[in-house]
């Protein structure tokens, strides 16, 4: 939609695609400015960081179960649930 938003605008196009313009305004002010996202966005990055280092220490052939119980011996406080849903995405 960036590329072509000057070429067709904003609302004709989400109304093709059936979202609200706000939900297209609302992710553009957030890539534009990391500080709006949610909370949880930013604890999802900043355990990412985390959870690649213990990956890569590990010589990549760590899974979650390995890798959950390196953080929590290194005192990392942090659901296997979701450190399973954050090594997926990553």
């Given at each position: 939609?960036?590329?072509?938003?000057?070429?067709?605008?904003?609302?004709?196009?989400?109304?093709?695609?059936?979202?609200?313009?706000?939900?297209?305004?609302?992710?553009?002010?957030?890539?534009?400015?990391?500080?709006?996202?949610?909370?949880?966005?930013?604890?999802?990055?900043?355990?990412?960081?985390?959870?690649?280092?213990?990956?890569?220490?590990?010589?990549?052939?760590?899974?979650?179960?390995?890798?959950?119980?390196?953080?929590?011996r290194?005192?990392?406080?942090?659901?296997?649930?979701?450190?399973?849903?954050?090594?997926?995405?990553?």
């Amino acid at each position: 939609m960036e590329d072509h938003h000057e070429d067709y605008g904003i609302e004709p196009m989400c109304e093709v695609l059936r979202i609200a313009p706000s939900t297209w305004y609302a992710r553009a002010a957030k890539k534009a400015d990391p500080e709006k996202r949610s909370k949880r966005a930013k604890a999802d990055d900043a355990m990412s960081l985390k959870i690649r280092q213990v990956f890569e220490d590990n010589f990549g052939v760590y899974g979650v179960r390995k890798v959950w119980h390196q953080l929590n011996r290194q005192g990392v406080n942090v659901g296997r649930n979701c450190l399973a849903r954050l090594m997926k995405a990553m």
